[in-house]
């Protein structure tokens, strides 16, 4: 079978990574090494951009973030992940079959997706704040603490949190402020515990932060009076970025630290996973006080869950396909499902190897075995050929019927199951099936009839996915054994009686990131859209000798 992709999508991936910092480069590398198909789309607006280093990050403290990213973004591609510089406007769907849309027109299809779209710090409504912050401005002690250590730093209180970071960080520096700005008068017992610890109170509203050359300088207070501090410390109000993912259903949750609310998150459960079914968060959008290493962490873990969910589908999947090729009732019953499930399963185009193939062929009699939604028997038919289409599927059928009517042209359907059908006393022209996949017991049988069926001087022409994919990491259900390479189907043929033309492995760019197609009793014309793999297909071309005169027969 073709690659499977819904119509009119640009490109489909098993995950999609919303958001490109430390979460979701770890998440995207993990899923690179675990052999899947996944992007991640980031708009380079890093949280901690401000900053000139990161820390605790073991083994990489004091790294520059823009750097970490650097690196990340390079061992994500190295594994094959795709890296998309854009702004996701909306994503929606459902488990199994996401849409990602970008500022930038791009469509991606996702079977899961991973959100790690981090958090905006809301700052205090004070001059000076926002231009110092990261650098001079901070709220962190653990990420800032040791770079102003010994320093006059001063603490704005803005809500019951600021005392608790009043005393966070005079673990740093003995001579620390806090400014009561908006919080009025303390409760007794907290005063006392700030002058036990020697953090002086500072009466008044902050009006502004005094800089110079970029540096703060001082705290000047609504009296005009100016503190001198070299850093400073905020208690910003931290909001999810989540408004991408309401199209989803996810909507941020208040996030608490005892009776304090800090700001909002996206609530997810012991997995990583959001309340909806195929959606995974990790980082600060999840995790409030992650930092990059943690945040990290929590992308590698939510990655592994995804793959575990990947696998479990997987096998589901190719459960169902060995049960299709072996049990002739639910075979076709999963088939027609397959259809309707969707109105339609496959691009309508025809396929690359015929197209190739048979543009130089003289039209004549075509069969077209496992024709599915009739891409390739529509094809043959406007070139000429008189075409019967074979599949196991009605509703694919009467889909095909539909397509040639809509192109002006005839087209013989016939409802049969290739598995165990005779061609009887009829012979075509041209014999092809594109991407018809069955199990080794059964596949030489079904190959051998499907070449007898073939007229003298006639062509038989077979493409399937190239047993090599499989190995190779690009997503089919089943096993290797499951497919065959060109020499594998020319070996079927007697070499008295046939030709063979081309038996190879063609690689070609897939249309899309192909996971499905593979041990079906079915075929399809018509693949699939956009994408980036690279994947190989088996293909079988080989003529049917005519027979030897004999002397006796001459006249």
Same mark, same amino acid.
Request: charged share 20%; hydrophobic share 35%; proline share 5%.
């Given at each position: 079978?073709?690659?499977?992709?819904?119509?009119?999508?640009?490109?489909?991936?098993?995950?999609? *990574?919303?958001?490109?910092?430390?979460?979701?480069?770890?998440?995207a590398l993990a899923l690179g090494r675990a052999r899947r198909s996944?992007?991640?789309?980031?708009?380079?607006?890093?949280?901690?951009?401000?900053?000139?280093?990161?820390?605790?990050?073991?083994?990489?403290?004091?790294?520059?973030?823009?750097?970490?990213?650097?690196?990340?973004?390079?061992?994500?591609?190295?594994?094959?992940?795709?890296l998309v510089s854009d702004t996701v406007t909306e994503a929606g769907g459902e488990v199994g079959a996401f849409t990602v849309r970008t500022a930038g027109g791009r469509t991606l299809q996702a079977r899961r997706l991973l959100v790690t779209t981090g958090l905006t710090d809301e700052l205090p409504d004070i001059p000076g704040v926002r231009e110092l912050w990261g650098t001079d401005v901070l709220h962190c002690p653990y990420c800032h603490g040791w770079e102003v250590r010994d320093q006059a730093i001063g603490v704005v209180a803005t809500g019951p949190l600021s005392l608790h970071q009043a005393q966070l960080w005079r673990q740093w520096s003995a001579d620390v402020v806090l400014f009561q700005h908006t919080v009025g008068e303390l409760p007794a017992e907290a005063a006392e515990a700030l002058a036990a610890r020697g953090v002086r109170v500072v009466p008044g509203e902050v009006a502004g932060l005094e800089s110079d050359g970029g540096r703060l300088t001082g705290v000047r207070l609504a009296s005009g009076e100016v503190v001198p501090r070299a850093a400073v410390v905020v208690a910003p109000r931290f909001t999810a970025r989540s408004a991408v993912l309401a199209g989803l259903g996810i909507e941020a949750a208040p996030f608490a630290m005892g009776e304090v609310v800090m700001g909002s998150h996206v609530p997810v459960d012991a997995r990583g996973a959001t309340s909806v079914p195929g959606v995974w968060a990790a980082?600060?959008?999840?995790?409030?006080?992650?930092?990059?290493?943690?945040?990290?962490?929590?992308?590698?873990?939510?990655?592994?869950?995804?793959?575990?969910?990947?696998?479990?589908?997987?096998?589901?999947?190719?459960?169902?396909?060995?049960?299709?090729?072996?049990?002739?009732e639910f075979g076709e019953q999963w088939w027609e499902d397959r259809y309707r499930s969707?109105?339609?399963?496959?691009?309508?185009?025809?396929?690359?190897?015929?197209?190739?193939?048979?543009?130089?062929?003289?039209?004549?009699?075509a069969l077209d075995a496992g024709a599915g939604e009739g891409g390739d028997a529509v094809w043959l038919a406007r070139r000429g050929w008189a075409v019967t289409a074979l599949d196991l599927s009605r509703v694919a059928l009467d889909r095909a019927a539909a397509a040639a009517a809509a192109a002006g042209v005839p087209l013989d359907t016939r409802k049969t199951d290739i598995s165990s059908w005779e061609p009887g006393e009829e012979r075509w022209d041209l014999v092809t099936a594109s991407f018809l996949h069955f199990l080794p017991a059964t596949r030489d049988d079904v190959l051998r009839r499907l070449a007898s069926a073939v007229a003298p001087g006639g062509t038989l022409l077979v493409t399937?996915?190239? =047993?090599?994919? *499989?190995?190779?990491? *690009?997503?089919?259900?089943?096993?290797?054994?499951?497919?065959?390479?060109?020499?594998?189907l020319a070996a079927v043929l007697d070499g008295e009686e046939w030709e063979?033309?081309?038996?190879?492995?063609?690689?070609?760019?897939?249309?899309?990131?192909?996971?499905?197609?593979?041990?079906?009793?079915?075929?399809?014309?018509?693949? =699939?859209?956009?994408?980036?793999?690279?994947?190989?297909?088996?293909?079988?071309?080989?003529?049917?000798?005519?027979p030897a005169v004999s002397p006796s027969s001459r006249g």
């Open positions: 079978m073709g690659g499977c992709t819904v119509q009119g999508m640009d490109e489909t991936y098993d995950v999609v *990574v919303i958001g490109g910092g430390a979460a979701g480069l770890s998440g996944v992007a991640v789309v980031d708009e380079g607006t890093p949280r901690n951009a401000p900053a000139h280093a990161m820390h605790n990050y073991l083994g990489r403290d004091g790294t520059p973030p823009a750097d970490l990213l650097a690196a990340g973004r390079a061992e994500v591609a190295g594994y094959g992940g795709v980082g600060n959008v999840a995790d409030l006080g992650a930092q990059v290493i943690s945040s990290a962490a929590q992308g590698l873990w939510a990655a592994g869950q995804i793959n575990a969910d990947l696998v479990a589908e997987d096998t589901r999947f190719a459960v169902e396909v060995l049960r299709a090729q072996t049990d002739p969707t109105d339609r399963a496959w691009s309508g185009r025809v396929n690359d190897v015929l197209a190739t193939e048979a543009a130089d062929l003289p039209p004549g009699r399937m996915h190239d =047993g090599s994919d *499989v190995s190779h990491g *690009v997503q089919r259900p089943g096993l290797p054994e499951w497919y065959a390479t060109g020499e594998q063979v033309e081309v038996a190879e492995t063609r690689p070609r760019a897939a249309r899309s990131h192909e996971r499905g197609g593979g041990g079906h009793a079915h075929g399809e014309g018509g693949q =699939g859209h956009g994408g980036h793999a690279h994947v190989a297909d088996a293909v079988l071309r080989a003529r049917r000798r005519q």
